[in-house]
């Protein structure tokens, strides 16, 4: 059976951008239709995407990656997760840390234990650089709602057209494929869109 070879990549939320990664994994010669973008963070228990492409790999074919963190964000996540991907016999290539490959002619005991050592500390150091993002976010918002700033995204200004096709599609005058393409934007902006008129009493029947 042919092997075939992947790529993952993560980026946290949707408002990182994922195509640095994705040209990196291209110029490697990765198909498109290998490559898995997930969305999501590392912490997150359902990551559809990843756990159905864990099924998907079978003997001999590889996985790229970044770097360890797109395993996981959390010490213990990522060595679970790359033993589970070792005992399938996957062959892991990790971009930032090519030491840690599994495909190198180098498999002695002493080079073993040497790569083991690396894995786990990389995988100490991005679970702790998680908990500095998360401490950090923690205080900036403590000072700003102390300071009495409004947190999240700023409001922008709604153009007369956004709020036309929002206001037909919330009176059922048109059906959410055609605003979709009047406005040539994704569900999700456009469900952003429809929360601002709805919050904002916009003239809707």
């Avoid at 995407?49 to 990656?65: A, E, P, Q």
């Avoid at 922008?156 to 036309?164: A, D, P, W």
Wanted: with cysteine; net charge positive; proline share 1%.
């Amino acid at each position: 059976m042919l092997n075939i070879t992947y790529a993952l990549i993560r980026v946290s939320t949707e408002e990182q951008n994922e195509e640095r990664q994705f040209i990196r994994m291209l110029k490697l010669g990765i198909l498109k239709e290998n490559i898995v973008i997930e969305k999501e963070s590392g912490k997150s228990k359902s990551r559809k995407k990843y756990h159905n492409l864990v099924k998907k790999l079978k003997v001999g074919d590889t996985l790229y990656i970044e770097n360890i963190d797109r395993l996981s964000r959390d010490y213990d996540g990522i060595i679970k997760e790359w033993d589970k991907l070792i005992k399938k016999s996957v062959i892991m290539k990790v971009l930032d840390t090519p030491i840690l490959d599994t495909d190198h002619t180098d498999n002695t005991l002493l080079m073993k234990f040497i790569r083991d050592i690396i894995l786990r500390i990389l995988a100490y150091q991005a679970e702790s650089e998680w908990h500095k993002i998360k401490d950090r976010q923690a205080q900036g918002i403590a000072v700003a709602k102390a300071n009495g700033k409004h947190l999240g995204r700023p409001k922008t200004e709604k153009t007369e057209e956004e709020l036309n096709i929002a206001k037909q599609y919330l009176n059922c005058e048109i059906g959410l494929d055609i605003a979709l393409a009047l406005l040539g934007v994704k569900k999700s902006a456009f469900y952003n869109l429809l929360q601002t008129v709805k919050e904002e009493n916009y003239n809707i029947k």
